[in-house]
């Protein structure tokens, strides 16, 4: 069975969230009595964005010794943004994976070897954890060692579990280094992982295509969804309160068509994240077809793809900012248009008669210093160097009105 979403002001705001939240940031009580909101109906609420969380969380300083604090790669403000959490945060977060992993490496005996082969942030720091407490024989990658060295670890251990992201899996698949390795379960997490992509790691390691699972999470919210066999659908978690809105409502520079009932804007609430400020959060992230399903006897929201971001933030194994890749092409290829193709991988498009390979490594210099996660796995090996083509003023797939980050690479 399958029914619309209810309208965001027929969704219940969890009880005690706004209370909880205005204890902790005064901050977001202020917000709260300038935008004249009533806190028991959702759409009253202020959205949390970047701009709001820039001004009033990301940078704030704080000497809580009983938090930690995480750093974003690619930033839109100067300095790389901080995300805290604390033992409650983490302590949920961890039950969330723990019990979808569970489910997911059902089968796989306790014991096994699980393998958390990630980036940076929040996932890969707790990712041991979640894995010895599900009695794996848990081991890490530091992303920071050179491709080689993932690729012998991974052939020395012979994982039966690897957790993941989608960009590191293609090199490793792709590598001559050599990567001879037959996991029975994996799991990926933040880059976009269509079906059809989980379909071809499927088949490189001869699996079933339901034992490749789409995590989906963010460092802001921590765990939010997951890839389900099943439905072959996204679910959400029971802790999240998911809406979509029309980009347009949000932000009215940017032209969409029409959109579909359940398609739009990723907006969420938490009731797993007391030291963030969850409540109609703005993820960046577009996706289709929001809608509450009868799966299993309960009622699940869930939803059909992730689109995209609207924000102008692309993936190159690390989050790099829209605002970091202006700032450096402005700064090597001064008044030149540019529009940037993320496929796998970021390529940046720019109108300009003279990219040569002196103005591309100034470029890519600048952007290893504005994000530095990025480029120490740009070093390593386990993503390639970020492209620069020059095109004719013809050639720019966006158009000319507006700059593009979310171009797909054109066959």
């Not at 390691?205 to 439905?231: C, H, K, P, Q, R």
Request: proline share 5%; charged share 25%.
């Amino acid at each position: 069975m399958v029914t619309p979403l209810a309208h965001s002001s027929a969704i219940e705001v969890p009880p005690g969230l706004v209370a909880d939240y205005t204890r902790r940031f005064p901050w977001y009580e202020t917000l709260l009595n300038a935008h004249d909101s009533d806190p028991t109906v959702l759409t009253s609420l202020p959205l949390i964005d970047g701009d709001i969380l820039a001004e009033h969380y990301y940078f704030a300083e704080t000497d809580d010794p009983t938090l930690d604090t995480y750093l974003t790669s690619g930033t839109s403000g100067g300095a790389r943004k901080r995300i805290q959490y604390g033992t409650v945060d983490d302590d949920l977060y961890c039950q969330h994976r723990r019990e979808l992993f569970s489910h997911f490496t059902n089968g796989v005996p306790p014991g096994s070897v699980a393998v958390a082969d990630l980036g940076t942030g929040h996932a890969a720091a707790s990712a041991r954890r979640v894995f010895e407490e599900l009695g794996f024989d848990a081991r890490d990658i530091d992303f920071r060692a050179p491709l080689a060295e993932h690729v012998e670890k991974l052939n020395t251990w012979q994982p039966d579990v690897l957790f993941t992201m989608p960009m590191i899996l293609d090199r490793l698949m792709t590598t001559s280094e050599g990567l001879s390795i037959r996991p029975r379960k994996i799991m990926v997490v933040g880059d976009l992982a269509p079906a059809a992509w989980r379909a071809n790691v499927a088949r490189h390691f001869a699996l079933d295509s339901a034992d490749v699972l789409d995590v989906f999470g963010s460092i802001e919210i921590g765990a939010i969804g997951y890839s389900d066999a099943e439905t072959g659908l996204y679910h959400f978690h029971d802790h999240i309160v998911a809406e979509v809105i029309d980009p347009v409502d949000y932000r009215a520079q940017l032209s969409t068509a029409a959109r579909s009932e359940g398609d739009g804007l990723l907006l969420l609430t938490s009731t797993a994240r007391p030291n963030f400020p969850a409540l109609r959060y703005v993820t960046g992230d577009a996706i289709s077809g929001l809608r509450v399903i009868e799966h299993r006897g309960r009622s699940v929201a869930a939803f059909d793809r992730i689109e995209g971001r609207i924000d102008g933030d692309a993936k190159h194994g690390e989050r790099l900012s829209g605002h970091d890749i202006a700032t450096a092409v402005a700064s090597v290829f001064p008044g030149s248009a540019f529009e940037v193709v993320d496929d796998g991988g970021v390529v940046l498009r720019i109108v300009d008669a003279h990219v040569t390979a002196e103005r591309v490594d100034e470029l890519r210099r600048v952007l290893d210093a504005a994000a530095p996660d990025v480029a120490t796995m740009i070093r390593s090996g386990l993503v390639r160097p970020i492209e620069v083509v020059g095109v004719d003023p013809h050639g720019l797939q966006s158009g000319h009105a507006k700059r593009r980050f979310n171009l797909k690479r054109e066959p």
